[in-house]
């Protein structure tokens, strides 16, 4: 008989249940329409996220699309699809893409980074992306650390960081390219070497934190700031060539023709051989030629030659010639070209040239042919 009434409640039950659900479906049949399509819609997302793994974009597109046109508030959707339109050149639409995240998602912090970098980079939307980056740095997500059990500290740096860094370069791309009136460059100059500073106080081991930070201070004039920011990043990225360049440049333009010499046959190196010498290649060379020919015409040179000659010393290029190995055109590590060659290349002679107070007399680097901003 026990079993018998739990039986009958069940049923009873049951009934009430659907009773209830019928009749909320019909006072409140928007609300279940709603949630219908928020089922749906996360389908096509999740078969979307699917393509997208798989590599097939334009299927993504148009899952990501039927998906958002039921749940349109699927944040990540909208990034993810942002990022697609990214791919294909189409800029507006992942413009449109990422202001929908983040208008369901106003803290979505990648999504505001992924909108300034198209913004300024892509559209030359400078103060777009400018806004973009001081409202991450305004939403400070509190960061939490929980032992051995999750732990977002180094995560939300980084992006504070990136933040600053990516600010940086906006500041600097609308100093070139947006107003070249001396005042307003300069306004702008100082507010780039002002994020760039926050950014390599956060992104410690950066090369391109470094060296952005050095092309700042060089196209506003700081030769001092400029070869101490590209003597770090040379510390940092030995074998990116273009530190070394810049510093052969700024070298170059001060008169330290020795030491300009050096960088410049390490940045030679140091750029990729595709299919034979590209346009790049034969620039630095012609460069390479002209700081020779001046240094050749120098009391300097007739010494240096005599101490080379009574040390029997190489140059760098020498050094190097028969040990650099490249694959599909990169530069690789052979078995001659070993750590003593690494720290060749992260060892900046002209350092000490910096420590020593240099009068900043010519502000117009920034209109310098050969200077690679």
Not at 149 to 156: A, E, I, P, R, W
Not at 160 to 182: E, F, H, P, S
Not at 235 to 242: I, S
Not at 257 to 285: C, D, H, P
Request: glycine fraction near 4%; aromatic fraction near 16%; charged fraction near 25%.
């Amino acid at each position: 008989r026990l079993t018998l009434n739990r039986r009958k409640f069940s049923k009873i039950f049951s009934i009430l249940l659907l009773l209830t659900i019928v009749v909320t479906a019909y006072f409140y049949t928007d609300w279940y329409v709603t949630q219908l399509n928020k089922v749906r819609g996360m389908y096509y997302v999740w078969r979307g996220d699917r393509a997208l793994r798989k590599y097939k974009f334009q299927n993504a597109i148009e899952l990501y699309q039927q998906g958002l046109m039921l749940f349109p508030g699927h944040y990540t959707a909208w990034f993810n699809l942002g990022n697609i339109y990214v791919l294909y050149e189409d800029y507006f639409s992942a413009i449109d893409a990422y202001e929908n995240a983040i208008s369901y998602n106003p803290n979505y912090v990648i999504a505001r980074m992924n909108y300034g970098i198209v913004s300024a980079e892509q559209l030359g939307d400078f103060d777009g992306a400018i806004d973009q980056y001081k409202t991450i740095l305004d939403i400070r997500n509190k960061p939490v650390y929980i032992p051995f059990v999750f732990n977002n500290l180094k995560s939300y740096k980084t992006n504070i960081g990136l933040a600053y860094y990516n600010m940086g370069i906006a500041y600097r791309q609308k100093a070139v390219y947006q107003d070249v009136r001396r005042m307003h460059t300069n306004e702008y100059l100082i507010k780039s070497i002002a994020a760039y500073k926050e950014a390599v106080e956060i992104l410690k081991n950066s090369y391109d934190a470094y060296y952005n930070l050095g092309l700042a201070y060089h196209l506003y004039g700081d030769t001092n700031n400029a070869g101490l920011a590209y003597c770090k990043a040379i510390e940092m990225g030995p074998l990116n060539y273009e530190a070394h360049y810049n510093l052969a440049i700024l070298l170059r333009n001060l008169k330290y023709y020795k030491e300009s010499i050096v960088e410049m046959q390490k940045a030679t190196l140091l750029l990729t051989e595709k299919e034979g010498r590209s346009n790049r290649q034969r620039y630095v060379f012609d460069v390479l030629n002209d700081i020779s020919r001046r240094y050749m015409e120098t009391k300097d040179h007739m010494n240096y030659m005599v101490e080379r000659n009574l040390s029997d010393t190489k140059t760098v290029s020498e050094i190097a010639a028969d040990s650099v190995t490249y694959v599909n055109g990169n530069l690789v590590l052979s078995d001659d070209f070993d750590k003593a060659m690494v720290e060749n290349f992260r060892t900046c002679a002209a350092h000490d040239i910096f420590t020593e107070e240099i009068h900043n007399e010519n502000k117009d680097v920034l209109y310098n042919e050969d200077f690679n901003p």
